[in-house]
């Protein structure tokens, strides 16, 4: 594999020997395990309410499993390199079996649960989302537990443009900024000048002009690098092969648009309506993912898609025939980690300390080393 496809390949660092080197050296928690927790719960309504009402969204249940034959399961890449936790259910002696999956994401379930539920154009829902991740790298942002806000939001077609995508984007933000201020009016401790506070202002910035900013360096190379100037950061356009031959990150064929055509700032033809936040995580002195959201696909940006990925063999489950056949809304949504967030928020160093998962021995022997206490 080259290093760019091995960049490609996957999130987490790779190997424990370079994560130890990597955590930091002069860590002490700001907020001992039961302030810890009472801020956790504080912080987390907080972020629900004000993401509820910025963006007009319903708070509503979400399936931790799905059967398969639904195809409604979140794939999150194209290349089959992250596959969900599956099991079969013998129900009645195998008279009624179903085969069911435990979500990765309730990504392509939210767009069905739009319709269920009635949403017109400017409302939505929004999901204390929970989620089994087996093939990440456990290390110090990444665990097999996930935990999301995963949102969404029925929008018009003529809403399916990049000035739409940054406005819902702005909103978002704004509500992760108040809720680090939030944080600190609760826990003055918080307060600390090694630790600068997220800047108010978010920058939006192409994968492609990212690329040609930084044309030698891999993709999260270049992530850190525009992060030490803009340490907050809305990179657009992640899925299409950029002009290296190379998408900025695999993204799955069937939920955010990737390949429609855009314009960028010089005129150059550029593509995508879906993206990342990223900011810089003053703790752990590391690229820092929040969020990954997009406009989702249409009939025609599917098909393009599942073609562009080899997968048109998908447009035999229902939901992409619900998309195919116009028969659920139009939408913007995704998924904004609540336990990166909260490590963020409270200055954490290790994603155990906000979120309880299961680790393997050697992490928490490092962690122990580091003065870092991960919940079991």
């Known amino acids: 594999m080259s290093s760019k496809a091995a960049d490609l390949a996957g999130p987490g660092i790779g190997n424990y020997e370079d994560l130890e080197k990597i955590l930091p050296l002069d860590y002490s928690s700001a907020l001992s395990r039961r302030e810890t927790q009472k801020a956790i719960f504080a912080v987390k309504r907080f972020i629900e309410d004000n993401l509820c009402k910025e963006l007009n969204l319903l708070m509503v249940t979400v399936p931790l499993i799905v059967d398969i034959a639904s195809g409604v399961n979140d794939m999150l890449d ?5 596959t969900p936790i599956q099991f079969h259910i013998r129900n009645d002696y195998d008279k009624h079996p179903v085969d069911a999956q435990i979500v990765q994401a309730a990504t392509k379930w939210k767009r069905v649960a739009l319709k269920e539920f009635g949403m017109r154009p400017g409302e939505g829902l929004c999901t204390d989302m929970r989620a089994v991740r087996k093939d990440y790298f456990l290390d110090h942002d990444h665990s097999v537990y996930v935990d999301q806000w995963d949102w969404e939001r029925a ?3 003529d809403q399916r443009d990049l000035d739409f995508l940054k406005e819902i984007v702005g909103k978002i933000w704004k509500v992760l900024v108040e809720a680090e201020l939030y944080a ?3 826990f003055p401790e918080l307060k600390n000048e090694k630790y600068p506070n997220l800047p108010e202002k978010l920058t939006f910035l192409h994968a492609e002009e990212l690329l040609r900013m930084y044309p030698q360096l891999p993709r999260k190379q270049r992530e850190t690098a525009i992060l030490q100037q803009y340490p907050a950061l809305f990179i657009v356009g992640i899925g299409y092969p950029l002009e290296d031959g190379y998408p900025h990150e695999m993204r799955a064929a069937d939920y955010d648009d990737w390949v429609t055509e855009t314009k960028g700032p010089d005129g150059r033809p550029l593509h995508g309506l879906n993206g990342d936040i990223l900011v810089w995580n003053h703790v752990t002195r590391r690229r820092h993912e929040l969020s990954s959201m997009g406009i989702r696909v249409n009939a025609e940006s599917l098909k393009k898609q599942l073609e562009l990925s080899h ?10 025939q619900a998309i195919v056949k116009n028969e659920i809304p139009l939408s913007i949504g995704g998924g904004i980690g609540q336990s990166r967030t909260l490590m963020l928020l409270l200055r954490k160093a290790h994603l155990g300390e906000v979120t309880v ?3 393997p021995q050697i992490l928490k022997e490092i962690c122990a080393k580091k003065n870092i206490h991960v919940l079991e």
């Open 78 to 82: 194209r290349d089959g390199s992250r």
């Open 155 to 157: 929008i018009t077609s």
């Open 184 to 186: 600190q009016d609760l």
């Open 311 to 320: 997968q048109l063999d998908f447009l035999k489950f229902p939901y992409h």
């Open 357 to 359: 998962s299961v680790w």
